[in-house]
């Protein structure tokens, strides 16, 4: 079964860079373009892994990690 990771970061080229790699390693990648974005995806799936940026607009990064 493949792992699943979900890529979040505010710029689309670092988000599809990302995601072309470690879907060529064999993960399933999701990506959410904010902290929001990737607190509402969490509703429904359950990543092995969340590579987030620390900088990024909207709700900061911390209140995002403390609600995951």
């Not at 890529?7 to 904010?34: C, H, M, P, Y």
């Not at 900061?60 to 990690?65: A, C, L």
Request: aromatic share 2%; glycine share 4%.
């Amino acid at each position: 079964m493949k792992k699943t990771i979900l890529v979040v970061d505010d710029e689309a080229d670092i988000r599809n860079t990302v995601k072309t790699i470690l879907q060529k390693e064999g993960f399933s990648v999701t990506t959410a373009v904010n902290g929001d974005d990737c607190l509402q995806k969490l509703k429904t799936l359950k990543p092995d892994l969340i590579l987030m940026d620390t900088m990024m607009p909207g709700t900061p990064v911390r209140d995002v990690v403390k609600k995951i």
